[in-house]
């Protein structure tokens, strides 16, 4: 990790450096803070025209608000269920189609990842407007599969682009090795490889767990009359009005749809800052 | 492609069937597999995205040229050919392009703003102990992680007139930040480089860290200031990264659509602060003129795919393998 660093050794300008970072670091965080901090607040500090950047009374009351007059419980399920189906799928489908990509030589194979590569440029929201239709042809709408159904889609190319560099990082030799000692081509796929490519599976995971975690524009148009549905980011509008915001139940729902996220970055961000070295690289 | 047949027979082929040899292209290992058996592991992904988002483009693209308003969709009127008349409907009508350069100016700033943060931040983190460099590290995912309809609901509650920090802060009294056309495309900007600027960061720091650190000890033994170091040696080395995550970070903002929703309520008063997608989702949803929000769309897709060919032809150039 510490590189040999003779070259950086003036130390009054590395001082000066960790203030700005440790500064940078602050203002980065803050609007984080002023989420938590506000959420947190009694209804009268919110509504205060002179803000403090504490609070000596500290209240659950916009979390009871938001879980009450919203349902909310059900919503973050919703969200829960919606992201997890899109990241187990994307997951297994996208180790297959990258196992196949890197660890086959098969005509229309450089033609095939060129489209996956330019799958990820479709902007997804003008698909809006086709996926409705299909949607409505198929009776998926105001149910949950129209959310996870195009999610999946719209994960998988990058997923596979991604998934390509650890794939590829496991040696050839180990897949000989297993083919002499008799391990069938499944095997070796599953009980070799995936255990090795699971980093991976897990780095590309964060982004098909985020871009649908993320989603408002799917569920609003899809979800049209059946509010039971409605996933986090809808229900979270709902308190954003123009003119008469309720800021404490905005913050409080904020926070309760952006801990997940920090949480799930947490346990990852380790293998998320090596995957994309790795998918970078390669 | 292939039937259902076919995949069975395959599926038994795998494990019995000898590996055909005779192949030109054979891989170094010889496998004992049928030619098939990638196309049945990449079945599943084919399916799925050619179902969803190659059918869709598809149908995209057909709407655009049709007539396709709520009396088609409810089926009180027959679907009608228009061929180019959309198009020409939407290139006619001055608020298209006034939208298309706000977007295209817009995307650059923040594409700029990010990768210079970016970088910048990333060069910082060099220079500075483990512990202040797990501090912004930490502070940086924290901003990463933020979903964006939350970091947008945030950061206008930070600008807000009445209770924000912010306007308190610089002193600014109640000035409203979305009632400007400027102030707002601002206050979006600094939401999207805040939550876009740490995969640049943590992209370019992983990279610098790749670089032999012998490299950038002689830049400064011959007395290079830090400016020059990123230009001359740093940069150079970090081309393969700085266009993956220049192209990345181009796709992302081209295409910005929660944040602009959401902090500019739908575009902003009359429409101030529209973008493309925006304004694509406002003409169909909106106000029911599904085929010119399809057109659009098309005109979005074919901008993106222009980027995307730049970024194929210097992957080339770089001699990578796909």
């Not at chain 1, 123009?242 to 799930?264: H, K, Q, R, Y």
């Not at chain 2, 050619?50 to 969709?73: K, R, W």
């Not at chain 2, 460099?133 to 609901?153: D, E, I, K, Y």
């Not at chain 2, 010119?292 to 001699?319: D, F």
Request: proline content about 6%; some cysteine; overall charge positive.
């Amino acid at each position: 990790m510490s590189a040999p660093s003779s070259f950086r050794i003036r130390r009054p300008g590395r001082l000066a450096a960790e203030a700005v970072t440790l500064l940078v670091a602050a203002v980065v965080a803050f609007p984080l803070y002023w989420m938590v901090l506000s959420a947190l607040k009694p209804a009268g500090e919110i509504q205060s025209t002179d803000p403090r950047p504490w609070t000596l009374s500290p209240s659950l009351d916009s979390f009871r608000r938001v879980f009450e007059q919203q349902d909310f419980g059900r919503y973050f399920l919703n969200s829960l269920i919606v992201a997890g189906t899109v990241v187990l799928a994307s997951a297994l489908i996208a180790f297959l189609a990258a196992t196949a990509v890197t660890r086959f030589r098969f005509r229309f194979r450089t033609t095939l990842l060129v489209m996956f590569l330019v799958a990820q440029m479709v902007p997804v929201e003008a698909l809006t407007i086709p996926l409705f239709f299909l949607m409505r042809d198929f009776g998926q709408l105001n149910t949950l599969g129209s959310l996870i159904l195009p999610h999946l889609a719209f994960s998988l190319p990058f997923a596979i682009w991604m998934l390509r560099g650890f794939v590829k990082a496991v040696p050839e030799a180990l897949e000989e090795q297993a083919q002499i000692d008799g391990a069938s081509r499944t095997r070796f796929l599953w009980q070799i490889l995936f255990p090795l490519v699971f980093p991976g599976l897990v780095a590309t995971s964060v982004f098909s767990f985020i871009s649908t975690w993320n989603d408002f524009l799917f569920a609003k148009s899809f979800l049209i009359s059946d509010t039971s549905q409605s996933t986090l980011p809808m229900a979270l509008l709902v308190f954003f009005k123009p003119d008469e915001n309720d800021w404490g139940g905005i913050m409080a729902g904020s926070t309760v749809m952006t801990i997940p996220v920090l949480v799930f970055f947490v346990l990852v961000q380790r293998r998320l800052v090596s995957g994309l070295g790795g998918a970078v690289k390669d | 492609m292939t039937t259902p047949l076919d995949l069975a027979e395959k599926r038994t082929g795998t494990t019995a069937r000898p590996a055909p040899r005779g192949r030109v292209r054979a891989p170094r290992t010889a496998r004992r597999t049928s030619a098939w058996t990638p196309w049945l592991y990449l079945l599943p992904a084919l399916v799925v995205i050619g179902g969803l988002l190659v059918y869709p483009v598809y149908q995209l693209g057909l709407i655009s040229f049709l007539e396709y308003t709520q009396a088609q969709v409810s089926g009180g009127e027959p679907t009608s050919f228009k061929g180019f008349g959309n198009y020409t409907a939407l290139f006619t009508d001055p608020q298209f392009w006034q939208v298309l350069l706000a977007t295209v100016l817009f995307a650059a700033a923040c594409v700029v703003t990010t990768l210079a943060v970016g970088c910048a931040l990333a060069v910082l983190l060099t220079r500075v102990r483990a512990l202040p460099r797990l501090v912004l590290m930490v502070a940086a995912l924290g901003a990463w992680a933020t979903p964006a309809v939350t970091g947008s609901t945030v950061w206008v509650f930070l600008f807000d007139p009445d209770f924000g920090p912010v306007n308190r802060l610089l002193g600014l009294g109640d000035f409203s930040w979305t009632y400007g056309r400027y102030s707002a495309f601002a206050l979006v900007l600094l939401e999207v480089v805040w939550c876009s600027f740490p995969f640049v960061m943590v992209t370019v720091y992983a990279g610098i860290k790749a670089i032999p650190s012998e490299v950038l000890e002689a830049a400064a033994l011959d007395g290079a200031s830090q400016w020059r170091i990123w230009r001359s040696v740093m940069a150079p080395m970090l081309r393969p990264i700085l266009v993956v995550v220049t192209i990345q970070s181009i796709i992302w903002d081209f295409k910005l659509f929660t944040q602009i929703y959401v902090m500019t309520n739908g575009g902003g008063i009359a429409g101030q602060n529209l973008v493309l997608n925006v304004y694509a989702y406002q003409k169909a949803f909106a106000s029911s003129q599904y085929s010119l929000g399809s057109a659009i769309g098309v005109v979005m897709l074919l901008i993106l795919l222009a980027v995307t060919l730049v970024y194929l032809r210097l992957l080339r150039r770089q001699g990578e393998e796909l």
